[in-house]
């Protein structure tokens, strides 16, 4: 779990160790650089503060708006397999990635196109996506009714109605219209459920115009990087999904992967920090283009918070789960494709092994 810490300020006597932080996921805000000493990771901030991160247990680092990297914190990031990620200040956009080596994975992606390139499995494979985030909002829709709280009549009804059209649905489109449907009841609903200065319409981004879209915002891409960082160590091209069609630069099976996640862990939880006064209306800050994004001052706070209810709520395991999930789809689509596959050529051999006397090397070498 992480821990909210205050940097102390740096003294000269080297008799004062640094503080040290051993967590799954740091956040380091800028301006600062990211060195090595002793083998360990050392962030030091504009103002002469130091943390010492232990590698043991690290998995990700995000990086938000200036911060460098030296050669000696490239070496130990690239041994550690770390998930190096620079985003912006307000953690809604990604500036760059740190990539490791990933050329002894060329098998994995090769399998991974064969299966992206057979419109069955993408139609079996968005089916189970849209079906897993329809039945989040059902569950979240009967949350909020079990609690009190007043949902339309006839809503969960036609998201029931929705997963049932997901199991009939013939093309990858159509699942993509079922799906944006049934979000769209589904922040109809979220809308009523604020109270207080709260206030949420619709959902609006690039940028996000109010503070609760600023916060759906930022968490959603808290769950994408780390999605994305998972599916590039296991060696797969993240470009390539089901139902998010290809389109250069963006992440679309990482995108898949993290639909079904989007309402349980980042939604539900919006509406709770608001309504118990974790996070703040004055938290936020206006920009001269309209844009709404937490204040320098605050993102570390409600970053600690969100790093708290990840772990609490056991969803790095949920996530590695969607995406093993992922991987055995695409996986058991190969072996199918290779078995029928393998079936029509031996049937072919024999066929003219017999017609022709031919062919009786391959036969003999496959069987």
């Given at each position: 779990?992480?821990?909210?810490?205050?940097?102390?300020?740096?003294?000269?006597?080297?008799?004062?160790p640094l503080t040290h932080i051993r967590v799954s996921v740091a956040h380091l805000t800028g301006p600062g650089k990211l060195g090595a000493s002793n083998g360990s990771l050392i962030f030091e901030t504009a103002g002469s503060k130091q943390v010492r991160l232990d590698t043991d247990g690290l998995s990700d680092i995000l990086a938000y708006g200036e911060v460098t990297l030296t050669c000696g914190a490239m070496k130990i990031i690239d041994q550690n397999k770390i998930a190096l990620t620079w985003l912006s200040t307000n953690g809604c956009d990604v500036h760059g990635r740190f990539t490791h080596d990933h050329s002894d994975r060329c098998l994995t992606?090769?399998?991974?196109?064969?299966?992206?390139?057979?419109?069955?499995?993408?139609?079996m494979t968005a089916k189970h996506i849209v079906n897993s985030k329809v039945e989040s909002i059902h569950s979240a829709m009967r949350h909020y009714q079990r609690q009190g709280r007043t949902i339309e009549k006839g809503l969960l009804d036609k998201i029931s109605a929705s997963v049932l059209r997901c199991g009939e649905a013939?093309?990858?489109?159509?699942?993509?219209?079922?799906?944006?449907?049934?979000?769209?009841?589904?922040?109809?609903?979220?809308?009523?459920?604020?109270?207080g200065n709260w206030k949420f319409t619709t959902?609006?981004?690039?940028?996000?115009?109010?503070?609760?879209?600023?916060?759906?915002s930022l968490f959603y891409?808290?769950?994408?990087?780390?999605?994305?960082?998972?599916?590039?160590?296991?060696?797969?091209?993240?470009?390539?999904?089901a139902?998010?069609?290809?389109?250069?630069?963006?992440?679309?099976?990482?995108?898949?992967?993290?639909?079904?996640?989007?309402?349980?862990?980042?939604?539900?939880?919006v509406l709770a920090i608001c309504h118990q006064g974790i996070v703040k209306p004055s938290d936020f800050e206006t920009q001269e283009s309209g844009a709404v994004f937490l204040a320098k001052t605050s993102i570390g706070k409600v970053l600690g918070r969100f790093e708290e209810h990840w772990h609490q709520g056991n969803f790095e395991s949920i996530m590695e789960q969607q995406i093993k999930d992922w991987i055995v789809m695409m996986r058991e689509n190969v072996s199918l494709t290779t078995s029928r596959a393998a079936t029509y050529l031996k049937t072919r051999l024999v066929r003219e092994s017999t017609n022709q006397g031919a062919g009786r090397t391959e036969l003999d070498a496959m069987q």
């Open positions: 779990m992480m821990n909210l810490f205050t940097l102390p300020n740096r003294t000269a006597s080297p008799s004062v992606r090769l399998l991974q196109f064969q299966s992206w390139e057979d419109k069955r499995w993408q139609l013939e093309s990858v489109d159509q699942l993509r219209g079922i799906e944006g449907y049934a979000s769209s009841l589904w922040f109809g609903c979220y809308s009523t459920l604020f109270r959902r609006n981004r690039r940028p996000p115009k109010d503070p609760v879209n600023s916060l759906l891409m808290q769950i994408l990087h780390r999605v994305v960082a998972r599916i590039e160590s296991k060696g797969y091209e993240v470009g390539l999904g139902l998010h069609e290809f389109r250069p630069g963006r992440a679309s099976m990482a995108c898949d992967i993290i639909e079904p996640l989007r309402v349980p862990v980042v939604d539900r939880w």
